[in-house]
């Protein structure tokens, strides 16, 4: 009973529609949704599929198209199968079609088209995965951002992240009596944003223990020793406030929330060197 069907319909990759689904679904507890998710649509013959595809699973029909003739082609197979049919981006086209004072062009996929903003993306996610742990330091300077943090604490995730939203980032481990692989403080990283990623021990031993089973290691080291790790976490944190690069405790966030975070920190950095100009000048 408390098992449901909803189909995500788009005309580009999903993201989008996938997003906003899941962001209101988090708000019901209790429940499993099962998410058929139909991207690409951009035929009469595939709203079909899609209405067949309801029909014998029946649940709400939430979609992002654009053409109107698939749209009313969808809307009114939903309405003869007895669903609800949303056009989650309706609200939004028209607040800015009366704020901006003209049409849109209704034509699928544009966001994601090969444009510089494409071409920035795959230049970050290529510097991210070249200068993961640590590795080419030698140009690390010419990062937007630097995370530093001890093993585990999920620094390449978000930097790949990051890479996602066309920032170039790199990642450093911290790791007790060894020195970094660069100097981060010399002049030439006054540019990068450098921030640290630390964990809750208890949360990070057992990440670590994961890892291991993944790997099918078994025995007992000192990079699963809690004593152990909460000295890596303190001088990790030591390391950091001694340079005064912010920290930011991933043990409660998702990556998506942690790169968030780091965001936020980039924006405050750059307004207070926006505002610093114009003082200057």
Request: hydrophobic share 40%.
């Amino acid at each position: 009973m408390n098992s449901f069907h909803i189909h995500l319909v788009s005309d580009s990759t999903g993201e989008t529609i996938e997003t906003l689904a899941r962001a209101c679904i988090a708000q019901f507890q209790g429940i499993t949704v099962c998410e058929n998710v139909w991207t690409l649509v951009r035929t009469p013959g595939q709203v079909i599929k899609i209405l067949k595809g309801v029909k014998a699973h029946p649940g709400v029909v939430v979609f992002t198209m654009v053409d109107q003739k698939l749209r009313s082609q969808l809307e009114e197979g939903c309405k003869s199968l007895g669903v609800p049919c949303i056009a989650v981006l309706d609200p939004i086209f028209e607040a800015l079609r009366n704020h901006f004072h003209t049409k849109a062009s209704f034509k699928p996929g544009l966001q994601h088209e090969m444009d510089q903003n494409y071409f920035k993306r795959i230049e970050a996610m290529h510097f991210a995965l070249a200068h993961d742990d640590g590795h080419y330091s030698h140009e690390m300077h010419t990062a937007d951002i630097i995370l530093l943090g001890v093993s585990r604490s999920s620094k390449t995730p978000t930097c790949v992240y990051l890479a996602n939203k066309g920032f170039k980032t790199a990642n450093i481990p911290i790791v007790p009596q060894c020195p970094l692989p660069t100097d981060l403080t010399d002049p030439k990283f006054n540019n990068c944003l450098i921030v640290g990623l630390t964990n809750d021990p208890r949360r990070l031993v057992q990440v670590r223990k994961n890892r291991l089973n993944m790997l099918n290691e078994t025995t007992e080291t000192d990079y699963v020793d809690l004593e152990v790790v909460v000295e890596e976490i303190a001088f990790a944190r030591k390391l950091c406030t001694k340079n005064g690069w912010p920290m930011i405790d991933v043990s409660r966030k998702s990556i998506e929330e942690t790169a968030t975070a780091i965001l936020n920190l980039k924006m405050k950095r750059d307004q207070a060197y926006e505002d610093r100009s114009w003082d200057e000048e």
